[in-house]
């Protein structure tokens, strides 16, 4: 039987909400989707606390648990869109890019935003993967 067209990705390390009426990752074709990702704990509390930087570092290894669990690699994300509530926390941000991916970085759009769903989430990043691409390859040149 043929793979379905689109494909729901989970991961243990990224669970979505009970109830939710969302998916944080959609499979399709060689696309990953991945939905608004936060730092929000199971125990209900921000993982990296008020640290932007921290909360940005735990949101990548979620997006990352969910290419992987996609059949992707870090490298395979070419996208992100982050949502912080202070801009002039903006370079907590850019280390956690800095920390987290290696040259070439992923395409990338920085905006505040008033607020999130949470009073204590400082971060949200939206992902776009492709399970055919690796920005890390050796192959992969600057131009």
């Known amino acids: 039987m043929p793979e379905p067209f689109a494909r729901r990705i989970r991961a243990p390390s990224a669970p979505e909400a009970p109830g939710a009426t969302w998916s944080n990752a959609l499979l399709i074709g060689d696309e990953i989707a991945?939905?608004?990702?936060?730092?929000?704990g199971t125990d209900g509390r921000a993982m990296g606390g008020d640290s932007m930087r921290g909360q940005t570092l735990a949101i990548f290894e979620r997006i990352e648990a969910l290419v992987t669990a996609a059949g992707g690699v870090r490298g395979s994300i070419y996208k992100l869109v982050i949502y912080v509530t202070d801009i002039a926390r903006k370079d907590e941000v850019n280390a956690a890019r800095r920390a987290f991916f290696s040259p070439a970085f992923p395409c990338s759009t920085l905006?505040?935003?008033?607020?999130?769903?949470?009073?204590?989430?400082?971060?949200?990043?939206?992902?776009?993967?492709?399970?055919r691409v690796d920005l890390n390859a050796p192959a992969m040149a600057e131009a």
């Not at 991945?34 to 929000?40: D, F, H, P």
């Not at 204590?120 to 776009?128: N, R, T």
Request: no cysteine; proline share 4%.
């Open 111 to 131: 905006v505040e935003v008033k607020g999130l769903v949470f009073p204590d989430l400082l971060v949200e990043v939206d992902a776009f993967a492709n399970r």
């Open 34 to 40: 991945i939905s608004g990702v936060t730092a929000r």
